[in-house]
């Protein structure tokens, strides 16, 4: 059942135009087609702030991802990599609203960060400068395969068994996220005899004051959404916030690994609800790439695999992304196309190479945008107030601080089952298109990659396509992506071959 105040998976910007919707009231109102796509100057701003809250921890969890030293021994600084984050998540957050206006947020891709840090850890001989200079390339490719017309003509090269597929995947893996991330659900640490990868909390039980919290907030916001209430995912927000700072005021839980390194089971995911001292922001970072360092530290072939490997990643996690948050908003015509598509994809590229350029990694669209869709945004004017959120943050950080993971992880798991809903919309009689569909959506969570699900099923469309006979109907472009993604998946292979 979708949220009481997001279209139902068949509602689309055709139906919406049909009925009797009221004219715009101002200039804001018709810039924006806040009217047209049956919203308000109120229900936009909810969702704009919605969607802060769901994304403000990149600002804190980025820097830490990107922590480590690079080959020279040198560090980004947290402090530094924090102000670059907010910084660069505002300005291609409103340029997402005002230019391709639709709600979508983008920030440092937690994907993309994991591979840069891998990257620079394992790699002998490659700087942090170095390293973000790829990502600059990557996103400057991405931006000619926007201008020539490539990428758009690859989204239109996908199934829709997969596009539907895709927005159900991006709901599990959402909700994945929050229910990890808020402690329920646990990773199972190695050891002899496990059999599992996750498990219900520690041990097999719920423990901690923190997990309490998302229970109670996923409890709340369950009830209010069914029962239809209006701004009922952020109302869950800010109960769970205001419970999560009254027992940190009271028990001193602490996150779960302080500051020297000890663990600590039952603390907070990533920090402990806080009001730490104010901090102007360092943006000495901003322009310390380097767009060739990495083609003299590793060689020509290793930067080139290095530069294929973040290009495929953000090339269709924003594809995969878009089409599943357009789909959720209702900003969608009767064939499954998304206005200003194009625009949406360029400012994802310039976002990628913004990001780089900033040394805080590639920005991409987040799917925590879907906790703004599901509190009713529907126009880029939510991106917009979300978008001026985030440069606010870079000036009032301690107020982030405020706000734990524990507590916007249920909006997650409610807008995740949003999302799944969609599910029905797959033929499952067609079992050549659904198995791919299956595949695709499944890997998602199970691989933590909207790319390797994307990657997965657009290979088993393919191969089982032409296995039933039916090669024609698998576009020509669907097979260079498949081709593409074989490469991709196989990169381990590749470089022992070439030596690399």
Do not use: C
Request: glycine content about 12%.
């Amino acid at each position: 059942m979708p949220s009481p105040e997001s279209p139902s998976s068949a509602v689309t910007l055709d139906t919406v135009n049909a009925v009797d919707t009221p004219g715009p009231k101002n200039a804001l109102d018709r810039f924006f087609l806040i009217s047209r796509r049956g919203s308000t100057v109120a229900q936009e701003i909810r969702g704009g702030l919605a969607t802060f809250l769901a994304m403000s921890y990149i600002i804190v969890l980025n820097p830490l991802v990107l922590s480590g030293p690079d080959a020279n021994g040198d560090t980004l600084g947290i402090a530094r990599v924090a102000a670059v984050t907010a910084l660069v998540a505002g300005l291609s957050t409103i340029a997402m609203g005002v230019w391709a206006r639709h709600p979508f947020a983008l920030a440092a891709g937690l994907g993309v960060n994991a591979l840069v840090a891998i990257t620079v850890a394992t790699t002998t001989g490659i700087t942090w400068p170095a390293v973000m200079g790829l990502v600059v390339i990557a996103g400057l490719v991405m931006v000619l395969l926007v201008a020539t017309g490539f990428r758009q003509a690859v989204f239109n090269a996908v199934p829709d068994a997969l596009k539907t597929a895709i927005v159900v995947g991006i709901g599990l893996f959402i909700a994945l996220i929050g229910l990890v991330n808020s402690g329920f659900i646990r990773r199972v640490p190695d050891a002899a005899g496990t059999t599992v990868p996750v498990g219900l909390g520690t041990g097999g039980e719920l423990e901690g004051w923190p997990v309490l919290v998302f229970v109670v907030g996923l409890l709340v916001t369950a009830v209010l959404v069914v029962r239809k209430t209006r701004g009922a995912i952020l109302i869950g927000i800010v109960v769970a916030t205001v419970l999560a700072n009254i027992l940190e005021a009271v028990f001193h839980i602490g996150p779960s690994v302080d500051e020297a390194g000890n663990a600590n089971p039952t603390g907070w995911s990533l920090v402990a609800p806080s009001f730490p001292e104010w901090a102007a922001p360092d943006l000495s970072l901003v322009g310390q790439a380097d767009l060739l360092g990495a083609f003299t530290q590793v060689g020509p072939l290793m930067a080139l695999l290095l530069v294929f490997a973040i290009l495929l990643s953000v090339f269709f996690d924003a594809m995969g992304t878009s089409v599943g948050l357009a789909r959720e908003a209702g900003n969608v015509t009767k064939d499954g196309d998304i206005p200003h598509l194009n625009r949406v994809l360029m400012v994802d590229a310039l976002a990628v190479s913004g990001g780089g350029g900033a040394s805080g990694s590639a920005n991409q669209i987040f799917v925590e945008s879907g906790t703004g869709i599901g509190e009713g945004a529907r126009t880029g004017f939510a991106s917009v107030v979300t978008g001026v959120l985030f440069l606010l943050a870079m000036f009032l950080t301690p107020l982030i601080y405020l706000v734990p993971f524990e507590a916007v992880a249920p909006a997650l798991v409610v807008v995740g089952f949003m999302m799944a809903t969609q599910v029905v919309q797959i033929d499952w009689a067609d079992w050549g298109a659904a198995l791919p569909a299956f595949l695709t959506f499944i890997l998602m969570p199970f691989t933590y990659s909207i790319a390797n699900g994307i990657g997965a099923g657009m290979i088993a469309y393919a191969v089982i396509r032409t296995a039933q006979g039916r090669a024609k109907d698998v576009h020509p472009l669907l097979w260079v992506v498949a081709a593409a993604f074989v490469v991709y998946f196989g990169m381990g292979v590749f470089r022992g071959l070439l030596g690399v």
